[in-house]
């Protein structure tokens, strides 16, 4: 009997788990697939092109969710929605052409998240922008391994930045966002995480085979 295709949400170090979930186009079993020292945990699909809806991107995210705090969390580098694969032996086959990349990725967020923060104003507020982004800087650029500038895709946003920090410092990550909102009455902020750190890792794979 021929494989089953499959979809692929991220990479471990080699690991053998299994666990139920609401997988991309309804999977219901998430489980990993081993290249020597890299395990990639897929769910089964009956495609190599799965659908870009908003339920299955949705999906998608909260299966690394779950894989990253697993058991007692795991160092987890994601893969882009919507990487299919038409078998083991093509998925293995990547591992392989890519895993030099996706070593040198694993030890770079080791034991690491990634949390979101952005910071609103209301349309008519008159704010220091650049004052809020200095301080913002000054609070939790410490706390963080690093961050990353994302885009001011609206007029109200000030400030929309990746943090990569350490699970040792969550706590204290979580501290001075509360700090920085209790200070900034006039300012709505909106903290989101832990997330796969999508924006601390590029790992180029080809098309899909």
């Known amino acids: 009997m021929a494989d089953n295709a499959l979809y692929a949400y991220g990479v471990i170090e080699q690991e053998d788990l299994e666990f139920d979930t609401d997988g991309v186009e309804g999977a219901e079993r998430a489980y990993t697939v081993d ?14 092109e799965p659908e870009a809806t908003d339920e299955n991107a949705q999906r998608h995210n909260e299966v690394l969710q779950t894989l990253l705090e697993h058991d007692g969390g795991r160092t987890v580098v994601p893969m882009q929605f919507g990487m299919a694969f038409k078998n083991k032996r093509t998925l293995k086959s990547v591992l392989r052409e890519t895993r030099p990349a996706f070593r040198r990725a694993l030890r770079e967020v080791d034991d690491k998240v990634e949390l979101g923060l952005k910071v609103l104003v209301d349309e008519d507020a008159d704010v220091d922008r650049a004052a809020v982004e200095a301080e913002v800087s000054e609070r939790f650029e410490d706390i963080a391994e690093g961050s990353t500038d994302d885009d001011l895709f609206s ?3 000030v400030v929309n930045r990746s943090f990569l920090v350490d699970r040792e410092n969550r706590d204290a990550f979580d501290d001075a966002v509360g700090a920085f909102e209790d200070d900034h009455d006039d300012l709505l902020v909106q903290y989101t995480g832990p997330w796969a750190p999508y924006n601390f890792v590029e790992i180029e794979i080809g098309a899909k085979r």
Do not use: G, M
């Open 35 to 48: 290249h020597r020292t890299l395990s990639a945990l897929v769910t089964d699909i009956d495609t190599v």
């Open 155 to 157: 007029d109200r946003l």
